[in-house]
């Protein structure tokens, strides 16, 4: 699991396909050092298994399906991409759970700068749409953001400074493609209530109300 707290910024230094798998090899900075091979480790918001460490590079192997569901296809060399280590039992819970398993990509559609912070917004499909609610988090290429607005199936989050510096959304523009992985409790909620006949029949705005909600 994840937090979606970007650690780094790591440079992609190539990119192929290898037989039916592809190899990924990112440049860092002081992460690889503490990553031995089997390790899980986000990059862009997808869970990847380090398969090799050294010396300031890191190397994964990744499935085909990983590529066509997600934008770690489209890398190129020179490429930035977010890392961020699996979080420690005994650490602080600074995002949200994250699992890295991506549920779609998306385009961006709108950014707008105002007063040093950004606006960005991206169009998801309507299936993801239950998931996701006004002040509930998202991650975006594996960043935990906060969603601030919602118009249709158009999503909008805020980005604070410190975001667009430390991390690639700094650099997203309209028309790039984006991992988007809804807030893992909304899936289960989701899911329970949905082949749950009582909760259905008995989840309402005024039993809410009436239980203090």
Known sequence: ????????????????????????????????????????????????????????????????????????GRLKLGDKVNLERAVKVNGRLDGHLVSGHIDETALVSKRQE????????????TSLLPYIVIKGSLAVDGVSLTVSAIQGQ??????????????????????????????????????????NEKYQSSLSQSFLKEHGF
């Open 1 to 72: 699991m994840f937090t979606g707290i970007i650690e780094q910024l790591g440079t992609v230094k190539f990119l192929e396909k290898k037989s039916t798998i592809y190899q990924l090899e990112v440049a860092v900075f002081g992460l690889a050092e503490d990553t031995r091979a089997g390790q899980s480790i986000c990059v862009n918001g997808v869970c990847l298994t380090a398969v090799r460490s050294e010396k300031g590079l890191v190397v994964f192997e990744i499935m085909p399906e990983t590529i066509k569901r997600s934008n770690l």
């Open 154 to 195: 158009e999503i909008s989050v805020n980005l604070i400074p410190y975001t667009l510096k430390n991390s690639t959304l700094g650099i997203r523009k309209i028309g790039d493609l984006v991992n988007i992985e809804a807030d893992i409790l909304a899936k289960y909620v989701h899911n329970y209530l949905s082949h």
């Open 114 to 125: 105002q007063a040093g912070e950004a606006v960005l917004s991206v169009k998801v499909s």
